[in-house]
Nanobody, 122 residues
Framework: VQLQASGGGLVQAGGSLRLSCAAG???????VGWFRQAPGKEREFVAT????????LYADSVKGRFTISREYGQSTVYLQMNSLKSEDTAVYYC?????????????????WGQGTQVTVSS
């Protein structure tokens, strides 16, 4: 199982970016999540979406600013990030959950992509 994250870059505070995760056809029945890791910090949960897009879950720190989405039956998952802040700077990873519903515990994600850097300048 291979996941490929892309779309990162440098953006000013208040700006937007959209990340993409090519999760592969074998992930169409699994939830997919986004995590991030800033230098010197633990990898933390950002958002997850169920296999059919019917359920989403967000970290409190991004609620109302980030939107995770996927089209039913499609293998690409998106993370739209608006109103970016300097504290959003991190490497962002997408991962496939062991179930169809998803959750916030990174231990329930056995498959991970390589990460994409997001840098927000203030």
């Amino acid at each position: 199982v291979q996941l490929q994250a892309s779309g990162g870059g440098l953006v000013q505070a208040g700006g937007s970016l959209r990340l993409s995760c090519a999760a592969g056809r074998t992930s169409s029945n699994n939830a997919v999540g986004w995590f991030r890791q800033a230098p010197g910090k633990e990898r933390e949960f950002v958002a997850t979406i169920a296999w059919n897009g019917g359920r989403t879950l967000y970290a409190d720190s991004v609620k109302g600013r980030f939107t995770i989405s996927r089209e039913y039956g499609q293998s690409t998952v998106y993370l739209q990030m608006n109103s970016l802040k300097s504290e959003d700077t991190a490497v962002y990873y997408c991962a496939r959950h062991r179930s169809a519903v998803g959750g916030s515990n990174k231990r329930d994600y056995p498959y991970w992509g390589q990460g994409t850097q997001v840098t927000v300048s203030s």
